[in-house]
């Protein structure tokens, strides 16, 4: 749980609290659903953005929530599922985006949290080493 509130830390805050869309929508060519259904529930849109590295564009992210929320305290409160998508924009070399991912959850969390962590950390290190780049889509 603490490694999925880590994550959320580093990626969510490009989401929340972000316009949620009346509609589907299309950024970046990535197309964004007004809603989802998971188990059972369906999730509205809480926001939905893109994010840069210098003028590159890096990925699209989407999160849906079961009530709309502007705070990450929100996000880990509210009841039900929710989804964070991180859609690739271009191809990234997996090392180093692990490594951005992972210096966000040090910086969010103290040593003694960190710690507690590390069984996450060693489960995303073996996805990132199986596929070496993340590609577009």
Not at 3 to 14: P, T
Not at 34 to 56: H, Q, V
Not at 132 to 137: F, V
Request: glycine share 10%; proline share 5%.
């Amino acid at each position: 749980m603490k490694l999925i509130q880590s994550l959320l830390a580093g990626v969510a805050a490009l989401c929340i609290g972000a316009s949620a869309y009346a509609a589907s929508t299309e950024i970046a060519g990535v197309k964004v659903e007004d809603s989802i259904t998971i188990a059972g529930t369906k999730l509205p849109l809480n926001g939905a953005g893109i994010r840069y590295r210098g003028p590159f564009k890096v990925y699209v992210c989407d999160l849906y929530a079961s009530k709309h929320v502007s705070t990450l305290e929100e996000l880990v409160a509210a009841p039900g599922p929710k989804r964070l998508t991180m859609t690739m924009l271009r191809e990234i070399e997996s090392g180093p985006f692990g490594k951005l991912l992972t210096r966000g959850m040090e910086d969010n969390n103290s040593k003694a949290d960190m710690s507690k962590l590390v069984p996450g950390l060693l489960r995303m290190s073996d996805i990132f080493s199986a596929h070496k780049s993340l590609n577009p889509g």
